[in-house]
T-cell receptor
């Protein structure tokens, strides 16, 4: 049972380079999320997708784009990486929707991204 | 807009003692859910416990219980009989129904680093 799979696990980018973080879940979940985790800041929501075909901005969307390719996959793209985007990125998914609050989110293992 | 506040950046507790980690929240939505997650030093996120806004009883899961005070908008995590393996970062999170916009967004607090000492 794979759960939520993120790739890559580690990445070093030069300033200005682009990359896409991939996320896939095999639990048939409706909702998917991208977070970044920085020391002292907790997990901050970048973008989320409440259902296939929809995406919404979270707290810190600037510098990122997302694609909900299908129900399984939700990718995060950095078009022109900046040192401020150095962080640990987590993808998560949950079954929950507006009618069901009680389903927890399942997380991937994280991607440690360094922008130099 | 949703907001989760954890005011304790770090906490220490002695082994076998109980500890309370604070969490306050803000939402104008009447329907919401509150979650606690544990993140050990290895980095994975582990779900601990859930409390719904309409639940009459405080949630419990083994040594974890949630002290839910709706009028105060607080959802504190209580860990009983602390163990060395409880040393980790703990996050409070909230999802609301989005009746006032932004539905199903899952928002986290800044976390509390718990250290269990012998």
């Amino acid at each position: 049972n794979a759960g939520v799979t993120q790739t890559p696990k580690f990445q070093v980018l030069k300033t200005g380079q682009s990359m896409t973080l991939q996320c896939a879940q095999d639990m048939n979940h409706n909702s998917m999320y991208w977070y970044r985790q920085d020391p002292g800041m907790g997990l901050r929501l970048i973008y989320y997708s409440a259902s296939e075909g929809t995406t919404d901005k979270g707290e810190v969307p600037n510098g990122y784009n997302v694609s909900r390719l299908n129900k399984r996959e939700f990718s995060l793209r950095l078009e022109s990486a900046a040192p401020s985007q150095t962080s640990v990125y987590f993808c998560a998914s949950s079954e929950g929707d507006r009618l069901r609050m009680n389903t927890e989110a399942f997380f991937g293992q994280g991607t440690r991204l360094t922008v130099v | 807009a949703q907001k989760i506040t954890q005011t304790q950046p770090g906490m220490f507790v002695q082994e076998k003692e109980a500890v309370t980690l604070d969490c306050t929240y803000d939402t104008s939505d009447p329907s919401y859910g509150l979650f606690w997650y544990k993140q050990p030093s290895s980095g994975e996120m582990i779900f601990l416990i859930y409390q719904g806004s309409y639940d009459q009883q405080n949630a419990t899961e083994g040594r974890y219980s949630l002290n839910f005070q709706k009028a105060r908008k607080s959802a504190n995590l209580v860990i009983s009989a602390s163990q060395l393996g409880d040393s980790a970062m703990y996050f409070c999170a909230m999802r609301d129904a989005g009746l006032t916009g932004g539905g199903n967004k899952l928002t986290f607090g800044t976390g509390t680093q718990l250290k269990v000492e012998l």
